[in-house]
Each structure stands twice: as structure tokens, then as C-alpha cells.
């Protein structure tokens, strides 16, 4: 669809996602992260979907909140009735990012140029994060007076510790892919010509493994930060309790001692 904010091509299990508002570097409108949710729900659903992928049309990844947007600009008209941001964070932003965190398989940010303020934080907030080298993440919010939002304030410790984080929220300065793959911030930095083919290899590679596990490594990963080394140890027995109980640890073994590429199929 020529109008469509978020365009869907499958290739085999591999769903790509783009986001498509380049005139405005994809920044988000209620209507995009509307279709955004609503093609993550879909692909949750599918069973032929087994790894999903999240770019932008154009030059841009995203650039954030849409600041245009007559739902959130401040109106300066005398005696106006101030934006509820909060309200905007409850409705869009939390659940897009609860959408992504509970996706059923792996979701791969291929940023293939800006990704500003709450752009840079979706990207984020997928399992990996592939960027071209012009690529570059701003955290922008510092610079218009609001906070790190879209789950920056918890993920820019984890990613990059306190320091890292500190100055990336304090000063929004644009860092650049090489440096953002330099302090862990994301997995992996391309140069610009190979992005495609990477992501494309990499997509494959996650959507032919056991993504039931996969999944179940970012629910540990993410729980893991608030437990105890014991409960850490408690929670990786019960997964493994249950994954062992899955077809694809079977598929998994079988294969090994069979010397044959393994078929995986849980979800
Ligand atoms: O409810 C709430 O509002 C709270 C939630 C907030 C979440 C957030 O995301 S807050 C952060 C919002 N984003 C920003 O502050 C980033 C704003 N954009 C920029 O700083 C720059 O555009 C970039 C550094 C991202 C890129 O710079 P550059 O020079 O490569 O491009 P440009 O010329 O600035 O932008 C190109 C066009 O996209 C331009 O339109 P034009 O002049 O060609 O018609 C520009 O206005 C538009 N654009 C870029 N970002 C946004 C945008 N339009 C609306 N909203 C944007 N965020």
C-alpha cells in the first residue's frame, strides 16, 4: 500500500518491517506506532514468522516523537491547555516497547541512518542491533527538556554503564555507529554498502534457530538484573526444565549425533 506507514515483506520466516514516513526521518505519529503494534501483533501471531526485522525508509532509522504532531507540540497559545506527555508515553511508547519485549522471536534493528530520541530507543530495545557505519544514535530528549523515554532510563546503564549512559542522556550528542558498536551499545557496525547483506544473514541465521530459546535467553537476560546470583541459578533450571521438554532440544540433539543440520520448529 502507497500510503501505508509501516511496510511488511516476508522472504521465507523472515518478516522486514520498514518504517515509512521518510519526509520526516520516520519520526513516530499515533497513526505510525498504530500500525507499527498492529504489524508486531500480527507477526506474534503467525507461525511462519520466526525472526523480525525493523528499519526505515529513506535516510533515516527514526527520529523519534513526530514534534510536528499537534497531539504533543506545545500550543502557544495564551492560557492553552498544556500537552499531557505522560498520557502520550502511556499510550504509545510503553507498549510499543512491551510489544517488542515480548515478541515470540527475535527482532533485529537494521538502523540504516539516524536513530533519534525514542527511534534510538526502539532500536534499542530489539534483541540485536545492526548499523550502517553513517548511521548515528542521538539520545535528543536533554535538548528539547524531557527525559530519556521508550525505556532509555533502564537500558543505557545496562547497555553501556552509568558513565556511558550519563553522558549520552546529559548531552544528546550524535554518536556515531563506529563509537556506538565501540562502548556496546549495539552488537554490530557495517559499512553502508554491506547492511542489507548482513542483516539479511544474520535474520536467516536467527530465524533458523531454535527461537523458542532464543526468546527465553532474552526473558532470562533481562530478569537476570534484578535477582540474586541464587534466584539467577533458580530461574535458568525452570527454563531449562521446560525447554528441555520442548521438541527442539530433541530436533537439537538428534541432529548433533546424526552430524545433519538441525530443523527447528517450536515457537
Ligand atoms: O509525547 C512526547 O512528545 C514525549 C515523547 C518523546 C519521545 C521523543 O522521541 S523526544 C525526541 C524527539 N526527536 C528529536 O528531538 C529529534 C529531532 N530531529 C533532529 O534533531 C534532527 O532532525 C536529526 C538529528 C534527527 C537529523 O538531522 P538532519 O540534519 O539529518 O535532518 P533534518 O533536516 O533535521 O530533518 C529532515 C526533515 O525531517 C526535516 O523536515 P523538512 O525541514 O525537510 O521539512 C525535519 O523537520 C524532519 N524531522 C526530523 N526529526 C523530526 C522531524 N519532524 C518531526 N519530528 C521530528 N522528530
Excluded at 535528543?140 to 556511558?164: E, N
Aim: hydrophobic residues 50%.
Amino acid at each position: 500500500m502507497a500510503d501505508s506507514l509501516v511496510l511488511a515483506a516476508q522472504s521465507a520466516s523472515v518478516l522486514t518491517l520498514t518504517l515509512n514516513r521518510p519526509q520526516a526521518l520516520n519520526s513516530f505519529t499515533f497513526e505510525l506506532q498504530a500500525q507499527l503494534m498492529s504489524a508486531l501483533d500480527a507477526a506474534a501471531k503467525d507461525a511462519n514468522v520466526r525472526c523480525v526485522v525493523l528499519t526505515g525508509a529513506g535516510r533515516g532509522f527514526c527520529a523519534g516523537q513526530d514534534l510536528a504532531d499537534p497531539m504533543v507540540a506545545p500550543d502557544p497559545t495564551p492560557g492553552a491547555q498544556p500537552k499531557d506527555l505522560g498520557r502520550t508515553i502511556e499510550v504509545v511508547y510503553k507498549p510499543l516497547v512491551q510489544r517488542l519485549r515480548s515478541m515470540p522471536v527475535p527482532v533485529l534493528a537494521a538502523v540504516n541512518g539516524v536513530a533519534a530520541g525514542a527511534g534510538a530507543n526502539l532500536a534499542l530495545n530489539c534483541d540485536l542491533v545492526v548499523a550502517a557505519r553513517s548511521a548515528s544514535f542521538i539520545q535528543a530528549f536533554a535538548k528539547i527538556g524531557l527525559v530519556p523515554d521508550t525505556g532509555g532510563t533502564w537500558l543505557l546503564p545496562r547497555l553501556v554503564g552509568r558513565a556511558s549512559a550519563m553522558g549520552l542522556a546529559l548531552l544528546g550528542d550524535k554518536l556515531s555507529a563506529t563509537d556506538a558498536e565501540r562502548i556496546g551499545l549495539i552488537w554490530k557496525c557495517v559499512d553502508d554498502a554491506a547492511l542489507q547483506d548482513e542483516v539479511s544473514t544474520l535474520a536467516k541465521r536467527l530465524a533458523d534457530m531454535p527461537v523458542k530459546a532464543l526468546v527465553a535467553t532474552r526473558h532470562a537476560i533481562d530478569g537476570a538484573q534484578r535477582l540474586t546470583l541464587e534466584e539467577a541459578l533458580d530461574a535458568e533450571a525452570a527454563l531449562q526444565r521446560e525447554l528441555g521438554l520442548a521438541h527442539d532440544y530433541q530436533e537439537g540433539v538428534a541432529a548433533f549425533g546424526a552430524k545433519r543440520a538441525p530443523r527447528f520448529t517450536d515457537r
